[in-house]
């Protein structure tokens, strides 16, 4: 069986600017290793999305309206021991931990808008912008098949990276086509 690339494909999120503000401020508030921490995490929970829960939810907010703030999330560090998960989840296991903690904390939107925020701040690959600006004139020529007279267009696309072994020729190309194809 070969690898198959999966296209993302958009994802609607309501969220109200107030909860937008504090994701983005959590998210400013972590290092780059929290970051990373809590993206794996994020990729190993997958949270649960059924009418049962949505009634519930929305029966409770419409009982006790209270204020929604990360308890948890706001010191990935101190959830990397395992006590304090243990006390937290009442699980020894680190994954059932996690999805408890990750559970209560999120909801199916607020996950989708925090793992977007992760991945775009993970992404340490600098792709220079004429490279970009390369693939974008690929990409709209000989994909999208739209007629250019631009001379500096090649006539098939077909290229050739040269470069020393790991010097971050291919994770270059990959995160040029991720931002100039698969961004919005």
Do not use: C
């Not at 070969?2 to 504090?22: D, F, G």
């Not at 243990?86 to 994954?95: L, P, R």
């Not at 977007?116 to 004429?130: K, S, W």
């Amino acid at each position: 069986m070969s690898a198959q690339r999966k296209t993302k494909t958009p994802i609607n999120v309501r969220i109200s600017e107030k909860r937008l503000r504090q994701i983005q401020s959590l998210v400013d508030s972590w290092n780059v290793e929290s970051r990373t921490f809590v993206l794996q995490r994020l990729h190993q929970f997958h949270p649960k999305r059924t009418p049962w829960r949505f009634f519930r939810t929305l029966f409770k907010s419409l009982l006790w309206p209270t204020e929604r703030r990360f308890q948890l999330l706001r010191n990935p560090e101190a959830l990397s021991d395992w006590h304090r998960r243990f006390e937290i989840s009442g699980s020894s296991s680190a994954g059932a931990a996690w999805n408890k903690i990750l559970d209560r904390e999120l909801n199916w939107h607020e996950y989708h808008y925090l793992t977007y925020l992760l991945e775009r701040e993970t992404a340490d690959i600098f792709v220079p912008q004429a490279l970009r600006d390369f693939f974008d004139q690929i990409y709209h020529t000989h994909i999208l098949k739209e007629y250019t007279q631009d001379p500096t267009v090649p006539r098939a696309p077909l290229m050739l990276v040269i470069g020393p072994s790991g010097s971050g020729k291919s994770s270059t190309i990959t995160q040029a086509l991720e931002e100039t194809i698969f961004s919005n």
